[in-house]
């Protein structure tokens, strides 16, 4: 059994996404999302949540690394979600030279990621998130051999 900082390996995928949620500081923000954006986060969160990643910027930019290369989702997708305006705001906020440095230093992160998502059984098929939520965080980490 495997601890993470969403829980134990036996939660649910839904119930660490539930978990997560209720721990942000806004709370669940996604009953104000379209559909459409409500499912990018719901993808967005269970990354987070499998490949145990925080919220720092270092973080964030882990989950995008694993979300393109260990699972199935569509890189179009993945840029609707990155172009929406909060998100746009936050990186404004941050500054383009502080995110060009922190994706500097997590170079070496980057590709220790790149290496272990390709050594998984199969990629993460983020399209079929409503049939994983319902399996355990240690079953996922099985099935897909993923290795953190």
Known sequence: MNQNRFGSG???LGE????????QAAGDLTDRFSV?????????DAIHILFDCGNSIQDEIAVHIWMIFATTVDIKEMHHAVADREHR?????????KLLGTWLVALPRIVIIIFKSLRMKKK???EELSKL???SIDDIH??????L
């Open 133 to 135: 939520k319902q399996q």
């Open 36 to 44: 459409e954006l409500e499912r990018s986060f719901d993808r967005h």
């Open 10 to 12: 036996t939660s649910t």
């Open 124 to 126: 993460l098929a983020v």
């Open 89 to 97: 705001n936050v990186l404004a906020g941050i500054g383009h030279f």
């Open 16 to 23: 660490a996404i539930h978990t997560l949620r209720a721990a």
């Open 142 to 147: 099985r099935e897909h051999g993923i290795v």
